[in-house]
């Protein structure tokens, strides 16, 4: 970038004359202070007054506002030739501005006249840049209209960017555009001299240091309509001006604090000085702004007291030293959905921009990180509760490993090992250096056993889901677009069974198309998946649930996929499957249908399905090992179960006149089935346990699974009941269940306990390493013995 030192052409083109020395007035103009300032510059006072005196009419009072108001240094040092030009520019701006006839004469001569801003080398830039920005915002009718279209245009153009390796803070435009990189100062000098040479108003402002974190920042102020508005430099905002990331920080500033208040640079300023932290022995006259900051605070009782906390969040890469963008969700004490969204800074913005949300104090947090897996499974912390800003600058997310450098398997079994020794554990500090209120717990996800998640990753990979002793391949067809919430998920299951591989596998391509598209309620991945064997119960022995689990896993890992939108949908021999799968685990799904198929005695369980939308289909021909009948039967079960209530077993049994096996009316039946979404945790339970297998169901768990055996759980306001045959039982309870932040009740085995709920991040991590599933994460646990 070249600088000139005149601009001789460009404004003889617009029809004005730049003055020379030799344009000399014999008349002495100027007053008592303007000649104290020339006189300090010793030798060169007479170029200064040749300047004077060469100076038309209609500039002399800027040029001694200039002299008046320039820092003593500039007087001695500049080229007095270089400020007239700068005067002469400024006018040209002026002129041809829409806004220039408008603008108030102090407004022009502090914040368009000046030819630097802090302390800045004084580099000849007015010329240069009338002449490149001017063609940017020439059809502006604002300053702040053209101020921002500057903001969006000029650091791209001039290949600028933040960083902290640059070589000054208060770098120059020239020696920010040689390095292509610039301090949240510099980037703000060489925005407002963009502004001043197309005559917007504007001036730098910043804070010696924010409030509550190491560091300064500056950025800009411009002058439009008026008022004054503040924009970030290089960080244009999509809202316009007066948004940006610093907003939040400069509401806490502190009014007539040197040091924490919020200053604008002005040279004719006489209200307080700027200290400016690359330079606090070189202060800059400023006007304390603080107050325009700050929204006026309606009056606080002195009893009321702050119930959320400011979390904030960094990402390093490690080896680099660097600051890294990585997207981060935050969910709040396992409630349903994401309670705030962003991207942490990487390397390219302000160290004091900082990713920042609101939490409530003393919440549990699951934090994911977007990864090239997709969203990793939460890490949980606990936030302080007497703490105003949660953060501490070594905090970093190291993904697969722990930033500690430690091996995350080995840490994983050492915990484990000792966990299952009973002893008793503190939390694993995986951020480092913040001490207890820091510490998270060693139950994280994807490092629950790390070889497992290792192994669900390499399923994922080639398309297999596997259990002790199962593998099953599937296809998977992407149907729509990505719902806000991830996608859906639909697992379908062939027909065939008991025959030759080839008679399965034909049947198993049959079923990746069987079942029509419908994107119209959401985009879902139709799985197809092969039975594990060639087997006549293949889809439907004790082993294939703990593989269906593992399969929705997957999806929900590594897939996107919403765990409330999970659908089971099975023909014949997969119908057959959709029977006790959807009965054993019917807490994984949203939907489960069954075509062509019946219960299987001993496996089925339909008072497990109290809140569980399922329907099945059968012909009225299709006698072969009693479907017809059994279908029957099973619907007179539900009936007897729902004993006259409509708000339980949402089941469905659809008799198809004049159908056989085969031809039935069901590809159609996503439609219905996608409008539906998982009851994530409900009310009542029934669990009938038809293996020794599965531990899990909803929000309850056994560690000792016996067939047989059965579970009945309800909740009542502020209750819950507890009924079962088994010795014992575990709650997985949060605000979802009852009220945790009041007293409840549990209610089992004639006996009645009062509890009071303890947020506790140990729980909610081994929930979700228990659960498998993000929406099915709870705060508190609690163990009930039902028998001895």
């Not at 606090?280 to 006007?287: E, F, S, T």
């Amino acid at each position: 970038m070249r600088f000139l030192l005149l601009l001789l052409v460009l404004p003889a083109l617009m029809g004005f004359r730049l003055l020379t020395p030799q344009d000399v007035s014999t008349d002495v103009w100027w007053d008592a202070d303007v000649e104290t300032s020339i006189a300090r510059a010793g030798e060169a006072r007479s170029s200064w007054a040749a300047i004077l005196d060469a100076v038309s009419t209609e500039h002399r009072a800027d040029l001694a506002h200039l002299l008046r108001s320039m820092p003593e240094a500039d007087v001695t040092s500049l080229d007095p030739a270089q400020v007239l030009e700068n005067v002469q520019l400024a006018h040209v701006a002026k002129a041809r501005a829409a806004w220039g006839a408008a603008l108030p004469e102090d407004v022009f001569q502090e914040f368009v006249l000046p030819y630097a801003n802090v302390t800045e080398p004084r580099d000849p830039w007015r010329a240069e840049f009338t002449e490149r920005w001017w063609p940017v915002v020439k059809d502006a009718t604002t300053p702040a209209a053209a101020a921002k279209t500057l903001n969006e245009t000029i650091f791209s153009e001039l290949g600028v960017k933040y960083s902290t390796a640059r070589k000054r803070a208060d770098q120059s435009p020239k020696e920010s555009i040689e390095q292509g990189l610039a301090s949240c100062t510099g980037l703000s000098i060489l925005l407002s001299n963009a502004c001043r040479s197309v005559g917007v108003p504007a001036r730098l402002v910043g804070t010696p240091s924010w409030v509550d974190k190491q560091g300064n920042h500056t950025w800009v102020e411009i002058w439009s309509e008026g008022e004054w508005h503040f924009v970030g430099a290089a960080e244009p905002d999509p809202k316009g001006l007066d948004h940006g990331w610093f907003e939040a920080d400069a509401k806490r500033a502190i009014a007539g604090d040197p040091l924490h208040a919020i200053f604008a640079v002005g040279w004719s300023a006489t209200q307080t000085p700027f200290a400016l932290p690359w330079a606090p022995d070189r202060p800059v006259p400023g006007i304390d702004v603080t107050a325009r900051y700050q929204d006026e605070a309606p009056p606080v009782a002195e009893e009321a007291k702050p119930t959320t906390t400011r979390f904030r969040f960094d990402a390093f890469d490690i080896p680099k030293g660097v600051r890294v963008a990585i997207g981060l969700r935050v969910s709040v004490n396992g409630v349903k959905g994401v309670h705030f969204e962003g991207t942490t800074k990487g390397a390219d913005k302000d160290t004091n921009d900082i990713l920042e949300c609101e939490v409530p104090r003393g919440a549990t947090l699951a934090l994911q990180i977007d990864t090239p897996e997709g969203w990793s499974f939460p890490w949980v912390t606990q936030v302080p509760e007497d703490v105003d800003v949660f953060y501490d600058s070594q905090d970093v997310w190291s993904w697969p490993g722990f930033v500690s450098g430690e091996d995350p398997k080995l840490v994983m079994k050492e915990w484990f090992e000792k966990r299952e020794s009973g002893e008793k554990l503190p939390f694993l500090n995986i951020f480092g250096g913040r001490g207890e209120a820091g510490l998270l717990p060693c139950v994280v996800w994807g490092y629950e056993h790390a070889d497992i998640r290792a192994r669900h990753k390499a399923a994922f990979d080639v398309n297999k889901a596997f259990a002790p002793e199962r593998l099953s391949p599937y296809t998977v067809k992407t149907v729509g677009k990505r719902p806000a919430d991830g996608w859906g998920l639909v697992i379908a299951m062939h027909g065939g069974g008991g025959a030759a591989k080839e008679v399965n596998d034909s049947q198993w391509e049959h079923m990746q198309v069987y079942y029509k598209d419908h994107p119209e309620h959401g985009g879902y991945k139709y799985v197809a998946l092969r039975a594990p064997n060639n087997e006549w119960n293949g889809v439907y022995d004790d082993k294939i649930s703990p593989l269906i689990e593992n399969l929705v896993q997957q999806f929900v890992r590594f897939g996107d996929v919403d765990s409330d939108r999970v659908h089971l949908i099975g023909y014949s021999h997969g119908g057959y499957g959709a029977f006790v799968i959807g009965t054993k685990i019917p807490w994984r799904f949203a939907t489960i249908h069954s075509s062509a198929a019946a219960p299987t005695g001993g496996e089925t369980a339909g008072e497990n399905l109290r809140t569980t939308r399922f329907t099945y289909m059968v012909g009225e021909n299709d006698t072969a090992y009693g479907r017809r009948e059994r279908c029957e039967a099973f619907a007179e079960e539900i009936q007897t179960l729902k004993g006259g209530r409509e708000d339980i077993y949402p089941v469905d049994f659809l008799f198809e006149p004049g159908h056989g096996h085969g031809g039935l009316p069901d590809r159609d039946l996503l439609e219905t089935q996608l409008q539906t979404s998982r009851t994530t945790v409900p009310k009542e339970i029934t669990w009938t346990m038809t293996d020794d297998v599965l531990k899990e169901f909803s929000w309850i768990s056994v560690d000792e699974p016996e067939e047989g055996k059965r579970v009945d759980v309800r909740v009542d306001g502020q209750k819950i009941h507890v009924t079962g045959d088994v010795r014992r039982v575990t709650l997985w309870i949060d605000s979802r269940v009852v009220d945790v932040t009041q007293p409840f009740q549990v209610i089992a085995a004639g006996r009645t306990f009062d509890v009071v709920a303890t947020q506790r991040a140990d729980d909610y991590a081994e929930s979700l390493w228990r659960k498998g599933d993000p929406k099915l994460s709870f705060q508190f646990r609690m163990d009930v013995a039902l028998r001895r």
